[in-house]
Structures are given as structure tokens and as C-alpha cells.
């Protein structure tokens, strides 16, 4: 304890004496943090390669950590030893690093890019902005996929269908934790969209979704890594399941499996970026320099090209072109798109930071039953 | 009496022994000394740093110092709400806490208690600043001067005599809240006569000072205090008596007093924020939770709860916890039990076999122990799935029917499995190195005095190869017991262990204490079994090679 105080003081004294003469001062190395797979992919081909080659000099190495982020950051906050830059984090993580401490506090419209029209940052990500903290990136959505060559002749248009065994027998895939599952237990059980966190926040309401979910409780499988639906749905262990948009694209597109989307009820989500606290000024100019760049609306629209997910920017969506390798037009895969988002639900950040361990409890329990 | 022994030295011998002795233990001891503060700061210090987590409870009395205090009076079920000033007090912890940015990090702990508190101390901590406007706006209109930082600390900062216990306790307030030191220099301290006649404002600026000095490193003779000054100094000036006071700005607020200018009714404030603050709720979790070590985690960990009536259990819906233990532990006795079947025979064939050969068979054992978990477990996946390879030569030949395909995955049965797969070469080592030492020969007289095989084997060499039963077994079992990739990925529902929930608390809900608890339990399970093992078995009767 007092060694890490010691530690603690210190690196304060030297971020104290340090900021006076860091102006124009940033660090050559950066450690980028990210989920690794097709979406880091995406950052090094949209963010990262163009920014090196724009400031040479300057080396990124990534770190596949994003899942463990805010444990690992609280346990280096406490080490007094951060050792990462730049973090890819979701929404509701950021939102608990801001709440810890161990994100630094942006000022959007200070430093963050403004777009080409001069339109302010702030203006141009929204409401998109859920923390003080947190510099979002894409829209990515929770939905479902289906075998469109196991569930008959009438594919499901909506997701109750996920609910309903009687049409479509056989197992689906979901996730191993009560968000998302609650919410749609609840739409498909004659709760109306506006109430289902009202709710959500009862006892009662628990219950009903439970009692829902238990309905099909032996019919699912349930995953707990974004790429256990498309590999289900590809051995045709499932015949529909949830998953992040991103992965159905990956499968339906570049494997060709045959797998549709179903977009009914999708949970939009957000991701995005986070500076740690605790940074020697020449990092953390390094680490503001770099996010100025990469969450500019080319560098969003860019990403767009690589990967299914919406740019977080109003301003990027026109740009939005073609992917890749494939050659297809992107805009008809991003969840945010019209024809997609018809029936679309928000993530509630404040709600599942309180009842979230509350209501993960009663899951568990209940999955244990 | 006879006389001592004498060494050559004349000292009695004796002594002369027991230095020689001393002496050789402690060359002994400088020996093992790397190795031993080696494992002391890589192992022992950070395991018990992370165990102590589970009753450590500082949190809330360093982010509310002054609200526990006040609110250690109350009694919940003689009065509704607690007393105005342990909302005053709450008001002052809550501010210098939202400056800290420290106040959400105590609502996430208090969330793990009560749920909701989370969203209330985020939601509360933006609004402070409009509470303390309350006495702040109409304050600056009534003199513009008390919009200068330096008319205050004209008023504060010490004339003749400073109030040094004051400064002190305000450090060790900031200390205790940012958990950081706040020993460096401060151009500040408070007037003992100022802060005699307003002593919460002296208290409130002072904690300013320090935090603003020793956290941002700025001098508070420049910079303008925190709106928190200005609703303190109009409560002190309600009852203040002014008439002796000469020092600094005396004017000023002999005329702010006689303006008689609004304070917040905190009690009001508080619920005007959220009507949660009017309920017995939040109060009675931080009454319950304010001490500095908590039994509480211990609790939660046994599907209990400490709440303000004393402890009760979950409610049922929400336990979860104790199933998991036992199940943590008969499911670790079973993939040892299965480990010890089928790993005998084969560690007796790589005992016996010809070195040739054997050398092979050991190659076939190690490889999978080389290759990847990951791998390994995702491998089983793919064999027991139900489009998997198993399923589909069962159905090929005909065994079961297409519709009818075996459920061997997401179960109790493909943790099982999987789990014997992959520790059992920590099994078949520990017994293959016992059974080489087994002289063959011991057999051949047994046999040759009349036993049978069977005889033979169960009377002369079981009991030898005991030992490396008990080696491997305990080895097994106290790595299945900790075991969390595997049954995550092929347990489903029913077949995952406590370290699960584990790894859930420490990366997900953040909830090191009850993840600290969890730990200290298994731990404490697997010494006592330990225990138990050495009293029925001996622990002299293991080997490992």
C-alpha cells in the first residue's frame, strides 16, 4: 500500500512538473488497445496506417485486451503503471472508467476534430457522446441470424420468432448474460418498447422476462464470445441465434454460408475510444493527437469500407462507400441503415449500470436451475 | 555435578555446537534467500493484498467522512430520515468527493449492496453545483467581491496563531478520499480565530486549499475556492457571533449577515435531485456499510446479505453462489475419479512396455499436454457437438436416430469429459514415474508363492503405486477445482464452477471484494481437503517422480 503511494505521488509530481514544458512534446510509441480479429483489422487499415504514415517517426502496437479493459486498467491505475494509450472500449465500459476515474475527460468540441461542413464535434456524434469520457467510434448492433435453409419455407421476419418453437424447432444461440435477452423476453411477451425498462425494474418484471425465457430454455445454447452464433449457424448446431452485426456480415458475405439477417429489435450499441488517466503529458498528447485524427469523419467513413458497422459521425454516413475486397456497397449492411432500423431499440446505459448485477444474479440463478 | 564439556576454545561445548549450527542454517537460509523474496513479492504479497479485498471497507467512510459520523446517530426505525445535518454533511462529502471525481466510484460499491445507488450518485454529483448556487449566486450579486478567490483567503489564511489540527485533519480528509499523499507544501493555513467563529467554512476552504495545492499542484492564494464556500460561510454567519471579530473583510460580513442570505434546506435539495435521497434507502445502506471492515463480501459470497436488520439470507431467486461451490467440488472429484480409471492402465502399460516402446505411447500422452487449451477445448467441441463428429458416426451407423442426436455438449457431461482429457497427464506422470520403481520382481515371488494375477497385483503392487495415485489426484483435483476456460466453453448452464463467477466479478461487475471472498473460500476448501488428505493418506506417502 504505501509503495504504490509512494508510486502514485510520484507519477502525480512528475505529470505536475511535466505539464509545463510538454507543449509540442508527444511520445514516439503508442499502445493501441483493441478486440483484435476483423474489427482491429479495420483500425490499422483506417486510423492507424495512414497516421503513422502521416507522422513518421511514430510506432503503434496493439493489444488484444478490450474484453479485460477496465479490470486491467483499474488493476494498473493501482500498480501506478499504465502502460496503454489509447483503449477500445463499449459504451457502458467507458462509462464505468469515467465513473472510476481511470479515463481522462474530453472536451468534445475542444479536442476532437469538427466536420468538413464546420459542423462541432459535439453536434456531429449527438447523443452518441453517453460519458464525459467516451469518443465513439461505430454503432454496432446486437441481432439475430438465421439458417435460411433450416427454418422452412417462411423465414422469420420478426424476433419472436426466436420465442416461437411451435414455428421454427430446433435450438437458438443467445447470450450468456441478461442483456438484450430481458428486454426482447419482455417485447415478445406484450410488453410495449417504451415500458420495457420501466418494467425491467421491477421484481414483477424480472420475473416475467425469466418466465419467458424459460419457454425456450431448453432450446438455447448460449454463448459467452461474439463468434460462437456464426460458427453455431454455420455447423447448424443452431437455427438462429444472436450475435454482433459485424460477425453475420463476416459470415453471410465473405464465408457465403447460408445465414440471413433478421434486424427486427436490434440493440444499437456504441464503441468507442478512452484515454487512460495517469499518462505522462508527452503520452497523453500523443494519445489526444491521434484520437483528433482517428475519429475525424473521413477516418470514421473509412472504416465503414472494412467492417459492417456504422460510423458514429452523422457527417460520415454520406461517405460511406464500397468494401474492400468485396466490392459491395457497405451502406445496406450498416445497422443504421433505413431499411435495417425500422424497429430498433437503444441500449440503456444508465439502467444496466444499476441492475446489472442485481439482475445478473437472478440470470445465473436461474440458468443454474 | 559433573563438569561441562569444554571445546578446544575453552567455550563449553554446548555453545560452541550451537553457534556452528546457527551459523550453518543461516548460510543455509542466504541460500534459498533469492528464492524466497522472489516468492514473497510475486506470489505471497500481491495473493494477500488481493485476499485482504474481501473485508476491506474504507471506501465509504474516506469518500463520506463526515456523513458517517452524522449519520451514526440515526436511528432508522425511530425516525423517517436522518437529521438536516447529516445532509448538510452529506452535501460537503458529496462536493469535495464530485471534485474528486470519486463520489460514482462509491456508488458503484453501494450498487452492490443496493441496486440504483449507482445511477444516484452519478446523477447527483452533476447536480451539487445547483445546490450550492442556491447561496453562491445571491452571495457574488450581493458583493461581487466574494467572487475573488483572494477576498477569501485574505479572510482564511492565518494572521497570529494557525488552527494546525484543522489543516491536518483536512489533509488527511484529501489524503484518505484521492488515496494520495498530501504531504507537499501548501501556501496556505487557516486562522484559528476564523475558524473558531466559522468553523465549516474554514473546514470547506481548507479542504479546498489542500486538494488544490497538493492534487493539482495550483497556489489557492490565486485561484477562486469551490461554490461549497459559499453555502458553508452563510450557515456559520446564521448563528456566528461577529461583534469581537477585527481581522480581514470584518465589514464584509458583518454585511452578509445582516443581508440574511438563503441556504439550501439540504433535506429539500436532496430530494429535489432524486426523490430516492427522501427514502430510508440510501441512508440505511451507507449506515449498514460504513465500517472499515466489512463482513459483508463474506456474506454475499455465501448467498447472504448484511443489511440493516442484521444478516439474512438472498433471496431465492438470487442465490446461486453455495450451488456452485458444491457443484465446483463434486465435479472435480468425478474428473478425478475418471482421471485415476483411465490413467492406471495406462501409465502401468508405459511402465512396463519396453523403453522403445514406452518412449512412443509417452510422446502420444504429451503431445496433447503441449498443445493448447484453447485448442484442446475447442476440439471437443467440434467432436460433441451435435452436428459433430460423434453424433454423426452414431447416426451413420445407425445407432441413433438423425432427430435424436445425443446432447453431449453445454452439459455437466462436456465439461466432464473435457476436463478429464485435458488434466490427465497430470495424472499419468505422477503414476508412471511411482510404478518404474516398482521392481517387477516383487510380482514374479508373489506369483511364484502361489498368487493369483489378480491376488498378486491387488496385494503387492496396487499398494505400492498408491503414492502416485495420491501425487496425481491431488494434482488433478486442485487444478479442476480452479478450473475457468473449459467449462465457460463447453459447460452451458449446468456445468460451469465458481471460478466462472469469479472471473465474472473481477473483470465484468468489478466487484473485487466478493470476487476476493469467492477466492478466500476456495482456497480455504482446498487446504482443509488438503488437510484431510494428510491425515487419512500422510502427505509422506505422495510422490511426484
Redesign the interface.
Known sequence: MKLTKTLLASTALTVASGTAFADGHMASDMTLVSWGGAYQASQQNAYVAPYIENNSGVTAVWDESSAEAVAKLRAMNEAGNVTWDVVDVVAADAIRLCDEGLALEIDADEQLAAAPDGTSASDDFGDLLVSDCFIPQIVYSTTFGYRTDLVGDTPPTEVCAVFDTETYPGKRSLEKRPINNMEWALLCDGVAKEDVYDVLGTPEGQDQALAKLDTIKDDVIWWSAGADTPQLLADGEVIMGSTYNGRLFAAIEEQKQPIAMLWDAQVFDLDGWIIPTGLSPEREARALDFIKFATDTQRLADQAKYISYGPARASSAPLVGQHAELGIDMAPHMPTDPDNAKNTFLYNYEFWADYRDDIDAKFQAWLAQ | MAEAMLAADGTPLKRSLARALRRQKLRALMLIAPLLIFVLITFIVPIG?MLFRSVENEMVGNTLPYTVEALAEWDADAEPLPSEDTFQAMFFDMFLAAE???H??L??RL??ET?????LF?QSGRQLDDVADISYEPLEDFDAAWDDGETWYALMNARQTADDALMAQQRARVAALT???TNSEVNFAPDAEVAALLPLAAREYTAWAVYVAT???RDPATRDPWEAVAPALLIDLQTADLSGYAGPEADRLRAVQAANLPVANFVDAFVDMDEDWGTQVPWETIQTHSSTYTSGYFLNAVDAQKTADGVSW?PE????LI??FVRTIWMSLLIMGSCILLGYPIAWLLANLPMRKANLLLILVLLPFWTSLLVRTSAWKVML????VINDVLVWIGLVADDGRLIMI?NQFGTIVSMTHILLPFMILPMYSVMQTIQPSYLRAAKSLGATNWTAFWRVYFPQSVPGIGAGSILVFILAIGYYITP??VG???G?FISN?IA?H??????WGLAAALGSILLAAVLILYWAYDKIVGIDNVKLG
Request: charged residues 25%; proline residues 0%.
Open positions: 493484498s474528486a471525481k470519486r460514482t466510484r456508488g458503484t450498487n452492490y441496486t440504483g445507488l449507482s445511477s452519478r488515496d494520495n499523499e492534487q493539482d499542484g438472498q431467486d438470487k442465490q446461486i450451488t456452485l457437438q451435435q452436428q459433430g453445454n465457460e466453453i452451458g448452464t449446468k460451469v463467477r465474472y473481477i473483470s465484468s461487475s468489478l466487484n
